[in-house]
């Protein structure tokens, strides 16, 4: 090996050595792990002089001990802890140099006390009750609501107790947890009943909503009074003729049925007794604007007394036959119609009114 090539290996020796030294030495320069850090009050640091052991001699001092307190210190490290808002300078002395980190306190958010603002999922709520003898029967909206179940929000207090008042109170059960359900259906000649909820907070506070409910079955009587109307009554006819319209309806789409007296029946079911087939007649004969009354005496096969064009008329459905079965109407008067009348525990007043 000529004398050249040692010379270049001797000094790449040398390089080797001397780097790792100045890379030792870049690594090592100490420095604080943050110029500046913003923290809040009552939270605490810890700040590092990085490139020093951590066991070397540095002193710690803070500018504003009433702004940023020295908590803990431990070689390289400090802990410190926020007092109040502003702005201190920490200082970290090592080997007679200085290094300096900016520590800014902000104040704590002020916490807002939680909302205390009751109020119910609802102030207006709508039932529909549905008897289980007419489910098979019926059609009727699936969006109409069988129960309801009342919620308290925006308070963390609980609810004491429930209570139902009003009018129609008796109709609804509220339960201990706020559900609201029905116990029985309005009657036809009051379709809508109404009742109101009311939450007794523990705090005594009460929240309160209105609630109504409805029958499907008068809805579906409803329905099919107002369709027999489109189809079959026109403004030509007499008041006598759509009572007789109503008589042909019921006799041409309901059968007899001995001891059925429930007029529903014989729109729903298409069956009933003559018992039912008089106040069929008189809530069809109602519904069009006529004053009729079903007699309340049980004759043969019952009768419907009708107000039409200043005139009374009896008729007459219920007949013990299957469809389409007779009916009869016939004009009143005289010691006949008072007769009828007493009877049947009727006042004639009340027609002519």
Known sequence: ????????????????????????????????????????????????????????KVKWKTSKKSVVSIAKKKGNTVTLKAK????????????????KCKITV????????????????????????????????ITYDSSHLREYRFRVS??????????????????FRITDYGLLQMDWEPAYIEPCVTATVTAIMEDGRKLTANVQAYSETNVYIEKIFTDFEKQYITSSMSQKEKAEKAAWYISTTSDYELYNPNWFDIFIKGKGDCSASRYAVQYMCNHMGLKAVGCRNLDAHGKTLVYADDK????????????????????ISGEAL????EQNNLDLDYFRQ
């Open 1 to 56: 090996m000529g004398r050249k090539s040692r010379m270049t290996i001797f000094f790449a020796l040398v390089l080797l050595l001397l780097i790792p030294g100045m890379t030792a030495e870049a690594k090592t320069k100490p420095k604080l792990a943050a110029k500046k850090k913003t923290i809040t009050v009552g939270q605490t640091y810890r700040l590092k002089l990085k490139g020093v052991s951590s066991k070397a």
């Open 84 to 99: 109040k808002k502003g702005t201190a300078i920490v200082t970290a002395t090592y080997k007679k140099k200085k290094f």
């Open 106 to 137: 902000k104040a704590k958010k002020k916490t807002e006390p939680a909302a205390d603002h009751p109020v119910l999922n609802s102030r207006d709520v709508t039932l529909y009750y549905l008897s289980e003898e007419y489910k098979d029967y």
């Open 154 to 171: 925006g308070t963390k207090k609980e609810v004491r107790d429930w209570k139902l008042s009003g009018k129609g109170a008796d109709y």
């Open 312 to 331: 009374f008329y009896v008729v007459i459905t219920g007949f013990n036959e299957p469809k389409p079965r007779q009916y009869m109407i016939y004009e």
């Open 338 to 341: 008072d007769e009828l009348a």
